[in-house]
Nanobody, 115 residues
């Protein structure tokens, strides 16, 4: 299974970005897809996730600003990030969990928010 993330970049505070992550390979059944992030000097933290049935979960720090969605036909998950803050600056990683218990990570995409 390969995960290809895209959409990161440099944006001013208050701006927006949309991340995408496409999964490919031997994917038989996806349980959930999500996003994590890791800022310099900090541990990787959960951002948002969406189940195969569309149930969503968000970190408190992004609730009301970020929206996760997925296209099951394309095995793709999206993260719409609005009202970005400098503290959102991090490398964002896509995550995929299969019903068989497989846990896969993308290569990460840099998001930088300038204040």
């Amino acid at each position: 299974v390969q995960l290809q993330a895209s959409g990161g970049g440099l944006v001013q505070a208050g701006g927006f970005l949309r991340l995408s992550c496409a999964a490919s390979g031997s994917i038989f059944s996806i349980n959930a897809m999500g996003w994590y992030r890791q800022a310099p000097g900090k541990q990787r933290e959960f951002v948002a996730a969406i189940s195969s049935g569309g149930y969503t979960n968000y970190a408190d720090s992004v609730k009301g600003r970020f929206t996760i969605s997925r296209d099951n036909a394309k095995n793709t998950v999206y993260l719409q990030m609005n009202s970005l803050k400098s503290e959102d600056t991090a490398v964002y990683y896509c995550n995929l969990i299969t019903t068989a218990g497989g846990n896969y990570w993308g290569q990460g995409t840099q998001v930088t928010v300038s204040s």
